[in-house]
């Protein structure tokens, strides 16, 4: 895909969402960071659902840890994977607390040495909770890049380096959330809503279901028409 089409893609993307950002509802750095964390495998709507009742307990690494592990499970046993995610929150605060004077660190070494915290969080609370032009590539942004042709790649972080160099330096800041929700509601996994996706013409998906009334439809009703009518004449001269 050239340089042209990917500006495109980005400013119709932004014509079309006005105000990309987070679903995940936090006020502070901190509740950022956990949010993501308890997001992984899990959806922001899940997330949303338990962090109000932890957020009036812990909203700091100090009173996250004194809740312990066994009290901070009972607020967010709603969520997959919460033994894992209890633990590495517990692990997490108290690094914060050691290292950081109890603050989210704003770099990605300091973020990526945090318990629990990968590659993707890091990206996610580097752009969302400090304004880094980082992409964070998650289940949704990988289809949609494959999709495309925007920035197609076997692994995430394929995809991720290919984000990263080719997309037009004024939409690097909101080129995740905008990507997001084009995957979350839009390019959905199963029948994606070509028919009503802003950049259907641009978008280079074999696959993708196109509107009865586009021109590409009539082209391939045409064609399908040329051929029956081929047949036909075969069967007449046979
Ligand atoms: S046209 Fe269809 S396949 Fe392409 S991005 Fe839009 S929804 Fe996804």
Redesign the pocket.
């Known amino acids: 895909m050239n340089l042209s089409k990917r500006l495109k893609i980005f400013e119709r993307l932004a014509q079309a969402i006005p105000n990309p950002k987070t679903e995940l509802n936090y006020r502070t750095p901190f509740e950022l960071l956990v949010a993501v964390v308890l997001s992984a495998q899990a959806t922001d709507k899940s997330v949303n659902q338990v962090t109000p009742e932890l957020f009036k307990v812990a909203a700091t690494p100090e009173k996250l840890l004194a809740l312990g592990e066994e009290g901070l499970k009972r607020y967010i046993r709603r969520i997959g994977l919460y033994n894992t995610k209890a633990r590495n929150l517990i692990a997490l605060s108290k690094a914060l607390l050691e290292r950081h004077g109890g603050q989210v660190p704003r770099t990605r070494k300091e973020l990526e040495a945090l318990p629990g915290v990968g590659r993707k969080t890091a990206n996610v609370v580097l752009n969302t909770a400090f304004g880094e032009p980082t992409i964070a590539v998650d289940t949704h942004i990988f289809r949609?890049c494959n999709?495309?042709g925007l920035a197609p790649g076997k692994t995430v972080r394929e995809v991720e380096e290919k984000l990263n160099r080719y997309t037009p330096h004024k939409f690097k800041r909101i080129a995740h959330h905008l990507l997001i929700l084009?995957g979350r509601y839009?390019?959905t996994a199963r029948a994606?809503?070509?028919a009503k996706?802003p950049?259907?013409d641009l978008?280079e998906?074999p696959a993708?279901?196109l509107p009865a009334s586009s021109p590409q439809d009539i082209d391939s009703i045409s064609a399908g028409q040329k051929l029956q009518d081929r047949k036909r004449m075969a069967g007449r001269q046979g």
Do not use: D, E, G
Request: glycine share 0%.
């Open positions: 949609v999709r495309t084009l839009t390019c994606p809503k070509c996706c950049i259907l978008c998906y993708k279901c």
